[in-house]
T-cell receptor, first 115, second 113 residues
Framework: DGGITQSPKYLFRKEGQNVTLSCEQN?????MYWYRQDPGQGLRLIYY???????QKGDIAEGYSVSREKKESFPLTVTSAQKNPTAFYLC??????????????FGDGTRLSIL | KNQVEQSPQSLIILEGKNCTLQ??????????LRWYKQDTGRGPVSLTI?????NTKSNGRYTATLDADTKQSSLHITASQLSDSASYIC????????????FGTGTRLQVFP
């Protein structure tokens, strides 16, 4: 079945540690996205990539980094510079719809907590 | 400032009843509006998408309406089922930057037997 796979489902970070969240899709979608979801807030865009080897900062990119070396993979690293990383992280992908790329498919998320 | 506001914040209904969720937005100019369903601990799943020229779209027991003049949308759920218990998120895309979406905070719906 085609879809987006995020791993791990739960992740714990120690102070000063970098952690990497995995996102893989087999939908052959060009664009991929990372969002952060906090209680009582709407999803906020961290980074997005419309093509391999290219990505753009979203609204809250500070303390995060990404890479897009393969079309199907878009890992997110939460660095020690991100002082409040506890959140639910969602990866999404999209195809062109009416001329634009818009997230249509989401993974089931990774919940990151601080130890 | 582009915003999407949803009401109510939470809603409890009995199985079999109908309900309507509201979404007001200030995004302008407007490209399209989506409704997503998000089960607890899962990713959102798209229910409907409407452009400014569409005023209603159905997906099974879910019917979304859009009034682009008043910048309001609603999601009507008919004959609710226990599996409808979830958060429902309204998402709007502006016309100038259609790759960046503006998400509402969602309505938490609980359906009880």
């Amino acid at each position: 079945d085609g879809g987006i796979t995020q791993s791990p489902k739960y992740l714990f970070r120690k102070e000063g540690q970098n952690v990497t969240l995995s996102c893989e899709q087999n939908l052959n979608h060009d664009a991929m996205y990372w969002y952060r979801q906090d209680p009582g807030q709407g999803l906020r865009l961290i980074y997005y990539s419309q093509i391999v080897n290219d990505f753009q900062k979203g609204d809250i990119a500070e303390g995060y980094s990404v890479s897009r070396e393969k079309k199907e993979s878009f890992p997110l690293t939460v660095t020690s510079a991100q002082k409040n990383p506890t959140a639910f992280y969602l990866c999404a992908s999209s195809i062109k719809w009416k001329g634009s790329n818009q997230p249509q498919h989401f993974g089931d998320g990774t919940r990151l907590s601080i130890l | 400032k582009n915003q999407v506001e949803q009401s109510p914040q939470s809603l409890i209904i009995l199985e079999g009843k109908n309900c309507t969720l509201q979404c007001n937005y200030t995004v302008s100019p407007f490209s399209n509006l989506r409704w997503y369903k998000q089960d607890t601990g899962r990713g959102p799943v798209s229910l409907t998408i409407m452009t400014f020229s569409e005023n209603t779209k159905s997906n099974g027991r879910y019917t979304a309406t859009l009034d682009a003049d008043t910048k309001q949308s609603s999601l009507h759920i008919t004959a609710s089922q226990l599996s409808d218990s979830a958060s429902y998120i309204c998402v709007v895309s502006g016309a100038y930057n259609t790759d960046k979406l503006i998400f509402g905070t969602g309505t938490r719906l609980q359906v009880f037997p």
